[in-house]
T-cell receptor, first 112, second 110 residues
Framework: EAQVTQNPRYLITVTGKKLTVTCSQN?????MSWYRQDPGLGLRQIYY???????DKGDVPEGYKVSRKEKRNFPLILESPSPNQTSLYFC???????????FGPGTRLLVL | EDQVTQSPEALRLQEGESSSLNCSYT??????LFWYRQDPGKGPEFLFT???AGEEKEKERLKATLTKKESFLHITAPKPEDSATYLC???????????FGKGNQVVVIP
């Protein structure tokens, strides 16, 4: 089954404790992206990747890092999480940027 | 200034009462406009992609149309299972980012 998977689905952590949210797709897509969704603000793009070793900033990249060492994986790293990064995070992938993006199930993060 | 504005923010419909959702955008050159459906706590689910003014796409009770400044998502004779938040997103030419609107929350009452 073609899908985008994210882990963990739920995470509670404390300020400053580094964490990684994994994202994996099995559709051989080149384009992958991370979003955060907050009430009243909608979905905002954090980072995207056009292909392996090619990443670029979205609209809200501060406080986040990403890497793309393999085509199927695109982890999101929070080196020193803060409470304002409490949010619902989605990973997505597509063949190319202008094509349909397929979203993962989401990761709900709470930073205390 | 937001590139994508959706209206109305929230809409309550009686079952069978047709209506339209609006997505207006301000990008200088449109590469693509996307409609998604999102159920609470779940990831957005793809509905339609539109690429040029005049284009229309249809799926069951939903029909999406596109002009040079806006897109409409028409819901014909909605059913309770059409209750969801509908998201519009645009991609600008020369830009690989995707900008989303804040969504239209639709509730269909039996």
């Amino acid at each position: 089954e073609a899908q985008v998977t994210q882990n963990p689905r739920y995470l509670i952590t404390v300020t400053g404790k580094k964490l990684t949210v994994t994202c994996s797709q099995n559709m051989n897509h080149e384009y992958m992206s991370w979003y955060r969704q907050d009430p009243g603000l909608g979905l905002r793009q954090i980072y995207y990747s056009m292909n392996v070793e090619v990443t670029d900033k979205g609209d809200v990249p501060e406080g986040y890092k990403v890497s793309r060492k393999e085509k199927r994986n695109f982890p999101l790293i929070l080196e020193s999480p803060s409470p304002n990064q409490t949010s619902l995070y989605f990973c997505a992938s597509s063949v190319r940027p202008r094509e349909t993006q397929y979203f993962g199930p989401g990761t709900r993060l709470l930073v205390l | 200034e937001d590139q994508v504005t959706q209206s109305p923010e929230a809409l309550r419909l009686q079952e069978g009462e047709s209506s339209s959702l609006n997505c207006s955008y301000t990008v200088s050159g449109l590469r693509g406009l996307f409609w998604y459906r999102q159920d609470p706590g779940k990831g957005p689910e793809f509905l339609f992609t539109l690429y040029s003014a005049g284009e229309e796409k249809e799926k069951e009770r939903l029909k999406a149309t596109l002009t040079k400044k806006e897109s409409f998502l028409h819901i014909t004779a909605p059913k309770p299972e059409d209750s969801a938040t509908y998201l519009c997103a645009v991609q600008e030419r020369g830009n690989n980012r995707l900008a989303f609107g804040k969504g239209n929350q639709v509730v269909v009452i039996p």
